[in-house]
């Protein structure tokens, strides 16, 4: 008998040389990794993250099975493959696995009835659950139907019209049985293309947010891979990886005394490979001073998150979440401050019984607090969580609204594929119109604090006692009532572009998008692009612009301002941060009225005043910036889109001009 042959695909969009997911599917490499190790050399197993490179391969040697990724940013994707083979090739077994499937049988039945090209859904924890079914397909002979009359736990599927509900896949708890698919070598090829690793250092999550598919009984319990097997994968990574940025792919990193261990094997590598520059985490909800311990040793890497989703305790009720008290994030920030660790945090907007003041509020106390990034999200409606599945949730009357998923489209074998996502822009207690005014509000937090562009005039607000939510809040003021000005047309394109993205059914969406020419423009990023990312790379090419504004609204504070010194930061501002993808060589010069280095390396913590003499300074792109600059240009393109996406793969920082004294020039040039 022939050795069965499987394909395992996490496929991502790819357009033009670019990929739209840049991280390793580690998912597919633990299956091919289980199923080895139990089965040997009885099966051959290839993985693939590429749409061209899985069609080549079809064509050149079809599979036995073919299964898929189930994310909500490459489902139809995926589903387009599996539906083409079964047309193709129908005795081929087509099965999918992921969190993109409901949890409520009645809409499983339902999705099943929709996606008919799939045989088998692997629903949850998918290792032992696919290990059965190779194993009984093998035993029979690969008899598809003889197969499903067993009634195999973990899966879901239709045979003879009739829905089967296997339940969820039995979760191994003892990770150490799964080898690493990264000291086996199965991603090597991945690692040597310039994919972004993704560590697993441990699988569950303790905490039940209604509006995340992890937030279940089902993943309660936290289990942990070896602490030696992990510090291995980060020596084998370290030796192979070309991307500079990591994801760690735990929900609550830091949870754990042994993250600690983890965080010091990647700072050692930061100081002798330059690697990982960034690192891509969720840390923990609890224990918050073991996880600022477990990462400060990051130093910049990486961002401390003060998860707090909201600040309106009914909103926390509704969605069965528990923050520490933002006082004791507080202090810990201000502890991690001094490590040069980055804080964050995060805010959903159209959640349950959250106002435009509570959400307004909330901002308010996480930029009092000084949180370095208030990131604003809208809530996303996940298959298996309750804000979408629970019916009891109507009473929340969520103005559910469908938009594309950000760079996830293209056209596969000659199938037009666009992925869309579900999103709350309104509830009982917050009104469409009020949802597109905080999405302008979320522009201006997005481009004035944020991104750090103004970061030294921020600190200039904070020690003149001066409210820098006030100061946003005053420029959004003054964007809407001067929209003819440079920046005012920007916010308003941003608002059009806000409302354009929205569709009331998931079909009006996909039917429009049918058309040729609607579908050329995501092609030309007309559309289709992730608006707060994009027009983060659109500030920083008018940053003079920006700075302008600025400028005027601070002006306009009574309280002891110099505009002298105001005007010497926005220039030092904008020197050292704008036009940060222009690869040229090109050095700024800027003569101020006080010391400017000298007072940020005191942590900005008196107000500055104009000296006797000038201070002169010179401003200038360093080797190693151009350097990395190029490479990430290279793999991601260098439109609006794809500039924009490299503001969330690196910290803006990296790619800054260095300022010194003139005297120091040439050293730091060099460097």
Not at 395 to 419: A, C, H, L
């Amino acid at each position: 008998m022939k050795i069965p042959l499987i394909y395992l695909a996490n496929l991502t969009h790819y357009r033009d040389g670019i990929a739209s997911t840049e991280a390793i599917p580690l998912n597919i490499g633990y299956l091919a990794t289980y199923l080895r190790a139990n089965l040997g050399h009885e099966v051959r197993i290839e993985l693939f993250n590429l749409p061209h490179k899985l069609d080549e391969a079809i064509q050149k040697e079809a599979p036995d099975i073919l299964a898929t990724s189930a994310y909500i940013w490459s489902f139809r994707l995926n589903y387009a493959f599996l539906e083409n083979i079964k047309v193709r090739l129908p005795h081929t077994v087509t099965v999918m696995g992921g969190p993109n499937f409901p949890g409520a049988a009645k809409y499983r039945e339902q999705f099943m009835r929709h996606y008919s090209g799939i045989d088998f859904f692997c629903f949850l924890e998918g290792e032992s659950s696919f290990l059965k079914l190779v194993q009984s397909l093998v035993a029979d002979q690969f008899d598809i139907n003889a197969v499903k009359r067993q009634k195999l736990a973990g899966f879901n599927y239709l045979l003879n019209g009739e829905f089967f509900d296997g339940g969820a896949g039995a979760r191994i708890r003892n990770l150490d049985v799964i080898p690493s698919p990264y000291l086996s070598g199965d991603l090597d090829g991945m690692l040597s293309e310039g994919f972004v690793p993704m560590l697993q250092t441990n699988r569950g999550c303790p905490f039940t947010c209604t509006f995340c598919c992890s937030g279940n009984d089902y993943h309660a319990k936290v289990d942990r891979f070896d602490l030696g097997v992990v510090l291995n994968e980060i020596d084998y990574i370290a030796g192979r990886v070309k991307a500079k940025s990591l994801h760690i792919t735990d929900d609550n990193f830091g949870i754990f005394p042994r993250d600690k261990d983890i965080s010091k094997k990647l700072a050692e590598y930061k100081r002798t490979h330059e690697w990982p520059l960034m690192v891509n985490v969720s840390t923990s909800k609890v224990n918050k001073k073991q996880v600022a311990e477990c990462i400060a040793v990051l130093e910049d890497s990486i961002q401390f998150s003060a998860s707090m989703q909201s600040f309106n305790e009914e909103t926390l009720m509704e969605i069965r979440r528990k923050n520490l008290s933002f006082g004791e994030f507080s202090e810990i920030i201000g502890k991690l401050r001094e490590r040069r660790v980055q804080s964050s945090c995060e805010i959903i907007l159209g959640m349950p019984k959250e106002t435009a003041n509570s959400h307004l509020s909330g901002i308010r106390q996480a930029v009092d607090a000084g949180i370095d990034n208030v990131a604003a999200y809208t809530a996303m409606l996940l298959w298996n969580t309750p804000m979408k599945e629970d019916p009891g949730h109507a009473r929340f009357q969520m103005v559910r609204r469908f938009r594309v998923i950000p760079r996830d489209f293209g056209i596969y074998q000659g199938r037009k594929v666009v992925e869309v996502e579900e999103v709350s822009v309104g509830t009982a207690t917050l009104s469409i119109g009020e949802y597109y005014n905080l999405r302008g509000f979320h522009f201006v937090l997005s481009n004035y604090y944020n991104l750090g562009i103004f970061k030294e005039l921020v600190g200039y607000l904070r020690q003149c006692g001066l409210s820098v939510f006030d100061w946003l809040t005053g420029i959004q003021d003054w964007l809407i009532m001067h929209p003819d000005t440079e920046v005012g047309k920007i916010y308003h394109t941003f608002l059009k572009d806000s409302r354009d993205e929205l569709w009331k059914t998931e079909e009006e969406l996909l039917e429009y998008y049918r058309l040729d020419e609607n579908f050329d423009k995501l092609l030309d990023g007309q559309a289709g692009a992730n608006l707060i990312f994009k027009y983060q790379a659109v500030a920083l090419d008018h940053v003079d612009a920006f700075a302008e504004v600025a400028r005027i609204i601070l002006l306009r504070n009574d309280g002891d301002i110099s505009a002298r010194v105001v005007s010497d930061i926005l220039r030092h501002c904008t020197l050292l941060r704008g036009s940060i993808f222009d690869l040229s060589k090109e050095t700024k010069y800027h003569s101020m009225c006080f010391d400017i280095l000298a007072w940020i390396k005191s942590g900005m913590a008196t107000i500055p005043a104009e000296a006797g003499t000038q201070v002169d300074l010179e401003y200038v792109v360093r080797v190693r910036q151009q350097e990395i600059l190029r490479e990430y240009l290279e793999f991601y393109g260098a439109s609006e889109n794809a500039r924009g996406r490299i503001l969330t793969r690196i910290s803006a920082e990296l790619l800054y001009r260095a300022c010194d004294y003139s005297c120091n020039l040439q050293a730091v040039a060099a460097s």
